[in-house]
């Protein structure tokens, strides 16, 4: 049949030059797009090759072939798929936006096929992209077990194609870019071979580079891997297979702390393939790196840091997720937000949390490594990730009074052990813990056999408060709260005076009380229950952030203490004693230092201290 000129359908010249230059971010798709297209035609091919083995033509070796002719200036991509006739290339390949894939798949449904391949073009804009790097694209197809019926197809991308009887031996489709200048930079064998490993090393279906060697004959290498492993079934892939591949996709050298590999059938149909890095990642080493899982669609990757599939607090996780049921933009660059995509996100993030507390139950010792690395991300989703914050909870690892130094606890385990009359977690936060452990709030709780939590790290205090409460257990800081009913009545009596002495010589302070937390030391400051700790608030001002103006807090002396006991007695005999004056201001810097905080005026709290030790030397 004669060479005939056609135009393209629909709205034309304006459509493919807004898919030419606008739809993709990186021409470099291009070789993706062609590939997946002929992915896609092999697996037609093999599908009707079930019920129709003339289709073979004797040849089952499915291969994809890159050839790049720099003397020529072109690169083919050829497949020995299904082929087109003219009829299915005009309809394919002459409308823009009309997908043989999609087609195919339509015609399957309709007949409840079974087995049916998963395709991977949806969209039927892919093979346009070969404009971004070509002027002109040639298309040489023949239809399976129709060896008379070859068509050429031709176009510049400028609104019309030109089509054309030809002869061709092999079943299957050749598209010939002939590059623009810009272009040429494709038929560099090693870019050939690095968008293949990028995009599409897990396509199924073998990848071979066709190059000229020097005595003019044709060298040709596999350059895909194939070995998708996620694909598999998990009692078929040995340990071997999944260190190499999280050695391939990681280029961590460690063994990862666990390996999550499984899949999901139903409504949403994904497989997916973890991996929990025992270190924090190369890439989250120094600052703060946006990372996510990488996306395939049927073996053919989509993007990397695919963010959209997990919350940000699991952004160490490394691995892969394919699934046919995710919608991306007609690039299929992009995800759109969709109900799939938040069960797909929700089934990884329950996966990932029952991995990791599997690890801290059945070996406390690694997670407890993989904790001091990782876990100020595992803290960041208790208090941002609303929906699965009961669970992460238990991820948690805290200090306290009753671990060894270098050890910590779990919640859970807290709450095993709280005392039968306990009903509260308690805790109390500080810059270290060997500080803490020397805090005179600690002195009650100790003589009673509680244990209490020590919060050592800033974001400590963030997560206790995001969490309210554990297994109906409220969080209570030791440190805040209202008086102590249990002070003597008559001891409150006796001390009135002095209280009063003490606060009118401390105005920083709300009111001074007695109280029986103390066991041994002669003061503490506590803060009311909703004021912000004394440990927020040096952190504020460590960062440099404009903490709210501190609340007054109360201070509570000890009427046991030998220091409060003189001090009542100098009041009796002389309220006017300069010495009381000097003792209420050496207690209120003294409640500061054993908190952790430091003294108003070091100088001045220098002067009184030299003064007190002078005058007990003479």
């Known amino acids: 049949m004669a060479a005939e000129t056609l135009a393209f359908k629909t709205e034309l010249k304006q459509l493919l030059q807004l898919i030419i230059h606008s739809l993709y971010s990186h021409p470099d798709i291009f070789l993706r797009e062609l590939i997946s297209n002929a992915s896609d035609a092999i697996d037609t091919a093999r599908f009707q090759s079930l019920t129709n083995q003339d289709l073979l033509e004797g040849d089952a070796e499915w291969m994809i072939r890159i050839i790049p002719n720099a003397a020529d200036g072109t690169l083919t991509i050829a497949d020995n798929g299904i082929g087109m006739s003219r009829e299915t290339i005009v309809e394919n390949l002459g409308t823009i936006a009309r997908s043989g894939t999609k087609a195919f798949i339509e015609s399957l449904k309709a007949a409840n096929a079974q087995q049916r ?53 092999k079943r299957g489709t050749e598209i010939i870019l002939h590059l623009k200048e810009e272009g040429k930079q494709f038929l560099d064998p090693y870019r050939l071979r690095t968008l293949v490993k990028k995009y599409s090393d897990f ?27 996620w694909l598999r079934n998990k009692s078929e892939v040995k340990e071997e297979e999944y260190l190499e591949f999280y050695k391939h996709l990681t280029h961590d050298h460690d063994k990862p702390l666990k390996t999550i590999h499984f899949s999901a059938e139903g409504q949403v149909e994904f497989k997916a393939l973890l991996f929990v890095p025992s270190h924090r990642p190369f890439d989250l080493m120094w600052g703060d790196s946006n990372k996510g899982l990488h996306l395939y669609i049927q073996r053919v990757f989509i993007m990397d840091d695919c963010e959209a599939l997990l919350p940000r607090w699991l952004r160490f996780l490394r691995g892969v997720v394919d699934s046919p049921d995710l919608p991306l ?47 100020v991300f595992v803290k960041e989703g208790a208090y941002q990730d609303y929906d699965h914050r009961e669970k992460v909870a238990d991820l948690l690892l805290f200090d306290s009074t ?11 385990d807290y709450v095993e052990r ?33 244990e209490v939590l020590l919060l050592t790290d800033p974001a400590d205090e963030i997560v206790i408060d995001a969490l309210r409460e554990y297994k109906g257990k409220s969080f ?9 009913a249990a002070v003597d009545e008559d001891a409150k009596n006796k001390y009135k005076p002095l209280l009063e002495l003490v606060q009118s010589k401390l105005p920083q302070i709300k009111e001074a009380r007695l109280t029986n937390r103390l066991k041994e030391s002669a003061v503490c400051l506590m803060a009311e229950e909703s004021a912000y700790s004394a440990n927020v608030q040096r952190l504020m001002q460590r960062m440099g952030q404009a903490a709210p103006e501190p609340e007054k807090r109360v201070l509570e002396l000890n009427p046991e203490h030998p220091l409060v006991q003189a001090m009542e007695a100098l009041r009796s005999r002389d309220a006017n004693d300069a010495r009381l004056e000097t003792a209420c201001r050496l207690l209120y810097d003294e409640a500061l230092i054993a908190e952790g905080s430091k003294v108003q005026d070091p100088a001045e709290f220098a002067r009184r201290l030299n003064e007190v030790a002078v005058r007990s030397l003479q």
């Open 117 to 169: 391949p998963e395709l991977i073009g949806q969209f039927g804009v892919g093979f346009y992209s070969a404009f971004m790097v070509a002027d002109r694209v040639t298309v040489i197809s023949r239809m399976a077990g129709k060896p008379e019926d070859a068509v050429q197809w031709e176009s510049e991308g400028q609104g019309e194609f030109r089509i054309e009887s030809t002869t061709k031996e």
């Open 203 to 229: 396509v199924e279906h073998s990848i071979v580079l066709v190059t000229e060697k020097e005595d003019k004959t044709a060298s040709e290498e596999t350059i895909n891997a194939r070995k998708a492993i």
């Open 329 to 375: 933009n007609v690039s299929r660059e992009l995800l759109q937000q969709s109900a799939p995509l938040e069960k797909i996100k929700s089934n990884l993030v329950m996966k990932a949390i029952a991995s990791l507390d599997e690890v801290r139950r059945q070996d406390p010792e690694k997670y407890l490594a993989f904790y001091k690395d990782l876990g």
């Open 402 to 412: 009753k671990t060894d130094a270098g050890k910590l606890t779990s919640l859970s």
């Open 418 to 450: 709280m005392l039968s009359e306990q009903n509260e977690i308690l805790y109390l936060a500080g810059e270290s813990r060997d500080i803490l452990l020397q805090s005179p709030h600690l002195e009650a709780y100790r003589a009673k056999g509680q």
């Open 476 to 484: 209570r800081a030791i440190d805040k709260g209202a008086a102590d």
